[in-house]
């Protein structure tokens, strides 16, 4: 499919979904940090990303290249989705990290993260949302190599296989590479201000967001979660003062492609969910 066919191609989700309303807020970066930090966690699975990856040397590619992944299953055409998943696929059948239960621990922790925190930081959901989004990334967890049918649709599914995997977690050498990465990564000299004014703190934020448990095993406290919650809430709040289309100009714009595909009415915004639960969570309705 191209050219003329791609054109009002919605692609995986739709406008109508709530994966569109949300990836589109930037509150999505630090969800992103948070994910890193709590699929560390899982000694085999970070252990073949030190193994078999390249991301001590090439950390920041690694990335860019997750956030673009998510960039294109979210908004790109179905074709471009599809395309990518393939490729995800190939590279972890590459480099022997296919094994089903990695993956689906990776995929989890995703998931988990962006909707804690996007919810605690004031983006709209309500609970029929919530478990909309999850049960719309079973999409997602196809494309990396997963079946749907054993990947939890609900939170009521997603708290029961963190529970489920608890006791397999730990922080071990190889997360205290993640950890220290994040906290302080390398960057040109001239961008070390910037790193320690800007990153840091966002950083700070998403390991504060972490589930206590992820705090125990870390071995760093962290400020009570309504404490954390408040911050979550007045960075949301921040960031979403900066415009919206100023933001999706950073490449590789994958929200502004998808609108001139699709007409401006394609514009992601969280106050289309609140239309949409108006309507479908309101007074007698399930």
């Known amino acids: 499919m191209s050219g003329e066919a791609d054109d009002r191609d919605p692609g995986l989700f739709g406008p ?5 309303q949300m990836h589109g807020d930037p509150m999505m970066w630090i969800a992103g940090v948070r994910a890193l930090y709590l699929q560390a966690l899982h000694p085999r699975a970070v252990r073949g990303v030190m193994i078999n990856s390249d991301f001590r040397k ?5 990335l860019l290249r ?4 998510v960039g294109t299953i979210s908004y790109g055409t179905a074709e471009a989705a599809e395309r990518a998943g393939a490729r995800v696929r190939r590279i972890h059948r590459l480099l022997g990290v296919d094994d089903p239960e990695l993956l689906l621990w990776v995929h989890c922790a995703e998931v988990d993260s962006y909707l804690d925190v996007l919810r605690r930081s004031g983006f709209p959901l309500t609970d029929a949302q919530a478990d909309r989004y999850i049960d719309e990334h079973r999409t997602s967890a196809r494309l990396v190599g997963l079946d749907p049918a054993v990947v939890p649709a609900t939170r009521t599914a997603l708290a029961g296989y963190f529970a489920a995997v608890r006791p397999e977690l730990e922080a071990g050498a190889d997360a205290r590479v993640v950890d220290d990465f994040l906290r302080r990564p390398p960057v040109h000299t001239l961008l070390v201000p910037a790193r320690e004014l800007i990153w840091r703190r966002v950083a700070a934020l998403a390991y504060d967001a972490l589930p206590p448990y992820a705090h125990e095993l870390y071995g760093r406290p962290a400020p009570p979660p309504e404490r954390v919650t408040r911050r979550l809430a007045a960075t949301g709040t921040a960031l ?5 289309r100023l933001r999706w100009q950073l490449p590789p714009g994958h ?3 998808a609108m001139a595909r699709l007409g401006p009415a394609s514009r992601p915004a969280a106050y289309k969910l ?3 639960a108006a309507i479908l969570d309101g007074p007698g309705r399930a």
């Open 274 to 276: 609140r239309r949409q």
């Open 58 to 62: 090439d950390a920041w590619g690694r």
């Open 66 to 69: 997750t956030a673009n992944f």
């Open 16 to 20: 109508a979904s709530v994966t569109w």
């Open 255 to 257: 929200i502004l492609k």
């Open 240 to 244: 979403r003062c900066v415009p919206a």
